[in-house]
């Protein structure tokens, strides 16, 4: 595994920088599932004229923003609990039919954040060993989507590569990643075969090399 | 005539008794059926068996339960609150954690005549490959995992084999209900509680709004009655604020 400690520092994207990548990406008609942290941040960076339907676990499909202070209603929120608005067209349904649509193939994608992902797309998220377990709907998410895009910072905060040859923390799911967007980089798998197909502005392909422990493909 | 109306959740919810396991609606607090399960406290009830999303994020709702001590096993995808976790390290409750999904599923398998089911979800993870923790002892050593799942392939994916739940008991919350047990959901509140309500050989609904039968038109019913044994009033509307913040980033 490379030592980031004598690696030379680097910049890349912010948060909001990758989930303003991401949403680059989007395309009009898209239903999105969004996980915690970084994907949270991409509503607003969707352009104007790229329409995407997002989905919530609980049972929402076409949320809005979150509600404003006074406007919340306990009976609207997002899976995380918080108060939501809904889009003109929004749809209501029971849990079970939610995860129809998600393990129906019916979410075209979903993005999450990550503690690995390893280099046959193995994606871990769920669970710290030691900490308290809890998985919510990551494991459906990422058996059923048509694509998992996984939001992350290129490594933790010890420097240690994220991207890695195999994962050491418990799965969520088995090969089920198809692209990463890193502060560094963008990674994609084909056919199972990871590739880097984009540095971040300002950052050589021989950073994101010293910072990404799995082996890969550049396809810049 | 047909009239499940009950004006006293107290002597309604009196057959259910410690031990029994009891599925339970709701998405945090959004739709979680607070009057019936504050009912189960006054009842002393103890040493129940609840299948629910969530364990509240504060000492409301299934977090009463937990602060109480009426909590034998948990079946559960997204517990959250830090104590229920403390009961579980120390010996004192049991998680049986599956994925979200899944559990919807379950639950509606259960109470629509499916034994078992295959999904993806979850294949290949230490939820299915019989590694993860049922429950401790008070020493802290493992008492139990999880079972193991039987793993199957279809078209080349693997799938785990989860079967149906069928609780003794179902506890719901509904914007609407009628006399019939016909039930109306209000926006995401809807969330599990058609679900548990099918898996609950014996039903319980509580309503905000008690109406005429006949108001609810036979288009507009999420959940006919004939899944709902018993109607009660909510002693209040929905709380103002939903009560967990995420905790995940």
């Keep these: ?220 | 005539m047909i009239d499940k109306f009950r004006s006293d959740p107290a002597a309604a919810l009196a057959v259910i008794p410690s031990g029994a396991t009891v599925a339970v609606g709701g998405f945090g607090s959004s739709g979680r059926p607070d009057t019936l399960i504050d009912t189960l406290c006054e009842l002393d009830r103890r040493d129940l068996h609840v299948v629910v999303n969530n364990v509240g994020g504060d000492f409301t709702g299934i977090g009463r339960l937990l602060a109480e001590g009426r909590l034998r096993r948990v079946t559960s995808s997204f517990p959250v609150l830090p104590d229920f976790y403390d009961e579980y390290f120390a010996g004192r409750v049991e998680l049986e954690l599956i994925p979200q999904g899944t559990l919807a599923e379950r639950l509606r398998a259960g109470g629509a005549g499916i034994p078992a089911f295959y999904t993806p979800s979850g294949a290949g993870t230490m939820l299915a490959d019989g590694t993860f923790p049922l429950g401790y002892r008070t020493d802290g050593s493992i008492a139990a995992n999880m079972p193991e799942r039987e793993h199957r392939d279809f078209g080349g994916r693997e799938h785990v084999l989860e079967y149906g739940i069928i609780a003794d008991f179902a506890l719901v919350k509904a914007h609407k209900g009628d006399r019939r047990g016909n039930l109306r959901f209000r926006l995401s509140a809807r969330n599990f509680n058609p679900l548990a309500a099918m898996a609950g050989r014996h039903t319980f609904a509580e309503v905000e709004h008690l109406v005429a039968t006949g108001e609810l038109e036979p288009d507009d019913i999420h959940l006919p009655g004939v899944f709902v044994d018993e109607v009660l009033l909510a002693s209040e509307l929905s709380p103002k604020q939903p009560t967990i913040a995420r905790l995940r980033s």
């Design chain 1, 1 to 220: 595994m490379t030592q980031t400690a004598t690696a030379v520092p680097v910049s890349g994207r912010s948060r909001e920088g990758i989930a303003q990548r991401l949403a680059a990406d989007l395309r009009d008609g898209f239903v999105v599932n969004l996980g915690v942290g970084i994907p949270l941040l991409i509503p607003k960076f969707i352009p104007a004229d790229v329409e995407v339907i997002l989905h919530a676990e609980n049972g929402v499909l076409g949320m809005g923003p979150l509600a404003a202070s006074g406007q919340e209603d306990p009976d609207l929120t997002d899976a995380g609990k918080q108060p939501i608005t809904l889009i003109t067209g929004a749809a209501i349904v029971d849990s079970a039919t939610s995860f129809a649509i998600v393990r129906g193939g019916h979410l075209d994608v979903t993005v999450l954040g990550a503690l690995q992902v390893s280099g046959s797309g193995d994606l871990a998220n769920w669970y710290v060993p030691g900490k308290n377990p809890a998985v919510g709907g990551a494991m459906d998410l990422v058996a059923g989507a048509r694509e998992v895009w996984v939001t992350m910072e290129h490594v933790d905060r010890t420097g240690s590569p994220k991207i890695v040859p195999e994962c050491a923390f418990p799965l969520t799911g088995r090969a089920v990643v198809t692209r990463i967007y890193t502060d560094l980089a963008v990674f994609r798998f084909d056919d199972g075969q990871l590739r880097l197909t984009e540095c971040a502005p300002g950052v050589t392909p021989e950073a994101v090399r010293e910072r990404t422990a799995a082996p890969y493909i550049e396809d810049l």
